[in-house]
């Protein structure tokens, strides 16, 4: 089956550092991606729809010069948070899109923790 | 703007028991919904999608149904087991693969 990865897994930072989390589609390629966000014990709420090869679409509510993506390549997509503050820290999923061989499907990663001191 | 819900938001069961989950959504206007666990800080394991056209999915123990006109969906899971154990969650795709997702339902299977 399809894999996406994620990199890193959790992250610990301090208070006004930018960290950065990769999304890989690792067997197929994914001109769009997406990035959630999940609060504990709280749903996946969409943060932004990342297309490869042009600027990302950010929800409602998400600050887009916070939350920086790019989409450089159809496998890579990347989130970076900066000026991290503690309100940030959240478990983020990224999922990618597979549209090939007949199916439009996504593909969830596992995940990275951030917590920011 | 769609919203999901899902009730209830945690059960705890005895191994062996058959059970329903419920998943509700405000705009019936979708293209398909999926079904989705979780495990503690774990990502998500995709457990069935029904087409809006659909009426059900089966897969082993699981059955998931869609009534689009009344906005509902259930997860009926047969003969629980400890392993059942973990988070549910239901997502209506609103079109494009954007997911909105529900609440979840918290599900625990005791030996």
């Known amino acids: 089956g399809a894999v996406v990865s994620q990199h890193p897994s959790w992250v610990i930072c301090k208070s006004g550092t930018s960290v950065k989390i990769e999304c890989r589609s690792l067997?197929?390629?994914?001109?769009?991606m997406f990035w959630y966000r999940q609060f504990p014990k709280q749903s996946l709420m969409l943060m932004a729809t990342s297309n490869e090869g042009s600027k990302a679409t950010y929800e409602q509510g998400v600050e887009k010069d916070k939350f920086l993506i790019n989409h450089a390549s159809l496998t890579l997509s990347t989130l970076t948070v900066t000026s991290a503050h503690p309100e940030d820290s959240s478990f983020y999923i990224c999922s990618a899109r597979r549209t090939e061989v007949s199916t439009d499907t996504q593909y969830f990663g596992p995940g990275t923790r951030l917590t920011v001191l | 703007k769609q919203e999901v819900t899902q009730i209830p938001a945690a059960l705890s069961v005895p191994e062996g028991e058959n059970l329903v989950l419920n998943c509700s959504f405000t705009?019936?206007?979708?293209?398909?919904l999926q079904w989705f666990r979780q495990d503690p800080g774990k990502g998500l394991t995709s457990l069935l999608l029904?087409?809006?056209?659909?009426r059900e999915q089966t897969s082993g123990r699981l059955n998931a149904s869609l009534d689009k006109s009344s906005g509902r969906s259930t997860l009926y899971i047969a003969a629980s087991q400890p392993g059942d154990s973990a988070t549910y969650l239901c997502?209506?795709?609103?079109?494009?693969?954007?997911?909105?997702f529900g609440t979840g339902t918290r599900l625990l299977v005791s030996p």
């Open positions: 029904i087409q809006s056209s659909q």
């Open positions: 705009d019936s206007a979708i293209y398909n």
């Open positions: 997502a209506v795709n609103t079109g494009f693969q954007k997911l909105v």
């Open positions: 067997d197929f390629q994914a001109t769009t």
